[in-house]
Each structure stands twice: as C-alpha cells, then as structure tokens.
C-alpha cells in the first residue's frame, strides 16, 4: 500500500504540474498562441511578454502552487518520507516543463513535450519542503534580476540556494539530508532546460532586463540625441 500510494503521488504532482497555466492565461486574455510568442514556454517571464505583467505574475503564482501543493499532498499521505517529498514537486517542475498536455509532432514526427524553463515551481517545491528559505530565495533573486539583469541566472540561483541553505541545516542536524538531493536535482534539471539561455550568456547575447537593461536604453538615447544635435 505504501508504494502504491508514493507512486500515485508522484504521477499527480506529475499531471497538475503538466497545468499549462500561462498558455491558458494567454489565450484568455489575447487570443495568441504561447507556444508561438519569443521563447515559446509557457512560464511567467514568457506570458509577462505576451500578456503583461499581471497575466505573468499570476502565472508565476499558479506555477508556484504546483508544486508547493505537491509537497504537502507527500506529506500528508506518507508522513515522515522524506525521498516523497522531495520527489514530489521535482515531478511537478518536469511536467511543467514537459506537459503532457502540450504534446506534440515536430517537422521530422518525433514527440515532443512543451512547457516551461522550471524556475517558479522550483521555488514552490523550495517553499514546500522549507518556507523559510524564501527570505534567502526573494531577495537574492530580485537581486540579480534587477541588478545584473539575467533570468536565467535568477532561475538557477533557486536551487543553488537550496543546496547551501538545505545543506547547513543538515550539516547542523536541523534538516535532513535528503533535502539537499532536492537542490541538486532542480539544478540539473532548470540548467537542460536553460541550455540556450547559457549559450547565449558565454557569447553575451543573453536578453538584458532591470537596471541594465535601462541603463542600456537611457545611454542608447543619449547617444542618439548627441548625433541628431551634432
């Protein structure tokens, strides 16, 4: 019965996680298609694109819920099973970025599962298994959003996070260990889903948002007033 049970909830943490809540928070609100918008995932920054930033924000919550609410679902069917619950919102993460519900054909007939990069229900899963690590996962990752002004790295810094904060813990006997495999999986699984991301940060072609972003736009400005007046 136990296995039956730690089975079942890794497939549901799987198929709500396969919740394809930005693409239906798009077509709601506009019509378009997710999929055929810049990036095509289906996640907050994405949808923030096509939508604007309250549709992102939502999506970014809903994603959110995934997989905090598989967490407490292992804990509350199989307490005390630490590998559930950690397994469980990592099952969340790979349907949302890979849904069942977004299968599809590509040009050469292989299947294909659409969704999105895993950042916002990794930081579900973080909170599920130890809400208190989002006073260590907000502000650094607002943080690096705003100031350096990467995404991606925004997204990886969430399981980095966990594996120093979780580790400690364990270290200091308040926390098992388990928890630590939950930052160590996410990385490994957010960083395949960024791969294009991190190619075009070794080439410095990555998209620049927040403050540099700005500071980029104030000067391009700058410099095109200076040649009109010159």
């Known amino acids: 019965m136990p296995a039956i049970i730690f089975f ?9 996680g396969s919740i394809p809540f930005g693409l239906l928070i798009v077509k709601f609100k506009t019509g378009r298609d997710i999929r055929h918008v810049e990036s095509g995932r289906t996640g907050g920054t994405n949808v923030m ?19 905090f ?22 099952m969340a993460i790979l349907g949302h970025n890979y849904s069942i519900f977004l299968a599809e054909r590509d040009d050469n007939g292989r ?18 298994i130890w809400f208190p690590v989002l006073a260590f996962i907000v502000p650094i ?17 969430v399981p980095v996070i966990c594996i120093l904060v979780f580790g400690y813990r364990a270290y200091t006997g308040v926390g098992p260990w388990e928890y630590v495999a939950y930052g ?32 980029r736009e104030k000067q391009s400005t700058q410099n095109k007033n200076s040649d009109q007046s010159g």
């Open 184 to 215: 160590v999986i996410t990385f490994l699984m957010l960083a395949w889903a960024l791969r294009p991301n991190i190619q075009r940060l070794m080439n410095g072609t990555e998209r620049v948002i927040g403050y540099r972003a700005r500071r």
């Open 111 to 128: 299947l294909r599962f659409r969704g999105g990069a895993g950042g916002a229900p990794a930081v579900g899963g973080s909170a599920g």
């Open 69 to 90: 609410g598989s967490v407490y679902l292992a804990r509350l069917l199989l307490p005390g099973n630490y590998w559930l619950e950690v397994l469980a919102p990592v």
């Open 8 to 16: 079942g909830v890794l497939l549901i943490s799987y198929l709500v």
């Open 141 to 157: 990752g607002i943080f690096i959003l705003y100031f350096i002004g990467y995404a991606s790295l925004a997204t990886l810094s």
């Open 49 to 67: 694109r096509a939508a604007g930033f309250w549709a992102g924000l939502t999506t970014a919550m809903l994603d959110i819920l995934k997989a």
